[in-house]
């Protein structure tokens, strides 16, 4: 049999499943169980026709017309989009351990091993003893401490290569910038070296970014999945082989240079903790010891940490020097508040961030209007429930549109859409997930467990940015003439590049 006659086959039998399904699921809930409203869905696409290219924005829409609890088809998969405060405290709080679960995606199936690490591991005991060890072992207060000496170094490097190019009179590609020093912070921590070094993993880290932040039609329709379509599955099996191998290597340095390549740095990197703890139990209090760390959980966790890590705190980043720059007023408040702590004479030292308190505002201000992961990472119930009133079956997909949420006149009054750190001036909401009105880093069991390193990071450079240059658009450009079209992936990054012109700032 041909594929295109294999195609046409499943495709038949995917419509028939889906108008049963259809049918069975209206008639059974519209006699028994009330399920969310929501638009109506197509035979085997559902409701992804309605999604286009900016997902977040388009649920954002329909939830306007639908409510904050809605239900959507994405091909076969049922999905939840809750869009209110009160509603993510429902999903998040209230209800937290039947959503805690994750959907199993592709792409996470072989890049993680089934999944192994922490993000896409099922809600159970497994991703409990994982989460802890990651939690104690890798991302600690004390831990996230001991990389200061990396940041302080590689913020000083962006700052000087900056300087040239105030001296020179360039526009900078502030983008660029931000994203290689990122990529350089991270890889340094996770793997005691950077992008740079003697193996050029850059292209193979870009490419595992890009297969995770493809829309991938066999999460939605399964019975498309044998056909690979899109040839994800083919990009995404060469794409784990090369990028174990290419961790096995660093791994096995690690293990071979032992304590002499801890004495070349001051700190010890996440592969270093890692590799002290191969072959020990993941829980010491196992009595069974069932779960034994190996390469494999090492390699899984890795891939999290840099699928976690690098796109995030870039993309928060690149939004809030948007902000900055589009808006002089903030920018000088900003500036007023680092001259008054740090004073000109010096660049700002990571003791003086929690005194920036204008500082705070802003990067809570620009994560409410760019959330960088719009739907959070999505969950999946974990058994049938009722929740205000609506049944949601076993095994739905819950999407947290926390863009939609920043946006909420109800919530954050006519002047939503407008940029004003102030608003956060007399209240005490956070980013910890305690306050449902901003939760860019999630809540609950499954909220961001990397927070404060990533925080830190993006305070740091921030500051350090704002404190050493002044900012201004290129070729005369005017503040509200700055394109701040989004791209939906991985994260949601701007779709074009920023590029701003320095002038040096600081005494000396
Ligand atoms: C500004 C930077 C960051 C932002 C905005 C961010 C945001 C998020 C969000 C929204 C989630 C999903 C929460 C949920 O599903 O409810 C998440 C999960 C996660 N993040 Fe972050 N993150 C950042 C940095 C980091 C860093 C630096 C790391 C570690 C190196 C990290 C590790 C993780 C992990 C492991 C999870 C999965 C937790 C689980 O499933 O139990 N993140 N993050």
Request: charged content about 25%; hydrophobic content about 40%; glycine content about 6%.
């Amino acid at each position: 049999m041909s594929s295109s006659t294999l195609a046409l086959l499943l495709i038949l039998f995917g419509t028939l499943c889906s108008f049963f399904y259809l049918f069975r699921s209206r008639n059974r809930h519209k006699n028994v169980r009330k399920t969310p409203p929501g638009p109506f869905p197509l035979p085997i696409i559902g409701n992804l026709h309605m999604i286009g290219k900016l997902p977040h924005q388009a649920l954002h829409h329909l939830a306007e017309r639908y409510g904050p609890i809605m239900s959507v088809m994405l091909g076969h998969v049922p999905t939840i989009v809750v869009s209110s405060p009160e509603a993510a405290e429902l999903f998040l709080k209230t209800h937290d351990a039947v959503f805690a679960g994750r959907p199993k995606l592709q792409t996470s199936e072989y890049l993680t091993y089934g999944p192994k690490g922490v993000v896409f591991s099922e809600y159970g005991p497994y991703w409990r003893t994982v989460r802890k060890w990651f939690s104690l072992h890798l991302v600690s207060a004390s831990r996230v401490e001991s990389f200061a000496p990396v940041r302080k170094q590689e913020v000083a490097s962006l700052v000087e290569s900056v300087r040239k190019a105030a001296e020179g009179g360039k526009t900078v590609d502030l983008s660029r910038q931000v994203g290689k020093v990122i990529e350089v912070i991270m890889s340094r921590v996770i793997f005691g070296r950077s992008m740079d070094d003697q193996i050029d993993f850059k292209p193979l880290i870009e490419e595992v970014m890009n297969i995770a932040g493809a829309f991938n039609l066999s999460d939605f329709v399964p019975f498309l999945a044998p056909l690979d379509l899109q040839g994800l599955a083919r990009r995404v099996k060469r794409a784990s082989k090369d990028l174990h191998e290419f961790f096995d290597k660093i791994i096995d340095q690690h293990e071979q240079q032992g304590t002499k390549h801890k004495e070349q740095k001051p700190y010890t990197d996440f592969v270093d903790v890692m590799v002290s703890l191969l072959d020990t139990p993941m829980n010491p209090k196992d009595k069974e010891q069932s779960s034994i760390i190996d390469r494999r959980n090492i390699k899984a966790i890795m891939v999290d940490m840099v699928a976690a890590s690098f796109d995030t705190t870039t993309t928060a980043i690149e939004w809030t020097l948007s902000e900055l720059v589009r808006h002089p007023r903030v920018m000088l408040g900003l500036q007023q508040e680092l001259d008054r702590v740090v004073g000109r004479n010096r660049m700002v030292e990571e003791s003086d961030l929690q005194k920036l308190t204008y500082l705070d505002m802003i990067i809570k201000e620009s994560f409410r209007l760019h959330p960088v992961a719009p739907f959070l990472i999505p969950h999946e119930s974990t058994e049938d429930i009722t929740v205000d009133g609506y049944f949601i079956p076993n095994k739905s997909r819950i999407i947290v549109n926390t863009w939609s949420m920043g946006r909420d006149h109800k919530v954050w009054s006519d002047d939503a859409e407008e940029f004003l750190p102030e608003r956060f001036e007399d209240n005490k909401i956070d980013f910890g997930g305690h306050d449902f009105r901003l939760i860019p880093f999630g809540a609950g069991r499954r909220g961001c467990p990397g927070m404060q390193l990533g925080l830190t990071t993006m305070r740091l450079i921030i500051a350090q940015l704002f404190h050493c240059f002044d900012w201004e658009l290129p070729d005369g450009m005017l503040p509200n003439e700055l394109d701040m079209t989004e791209k939906f992936g991985l994260s949601l990054p701007r779709a074009n590049h920023l590029f701003a012109k320095p002038t040096y700032r600081l005494v000396g």
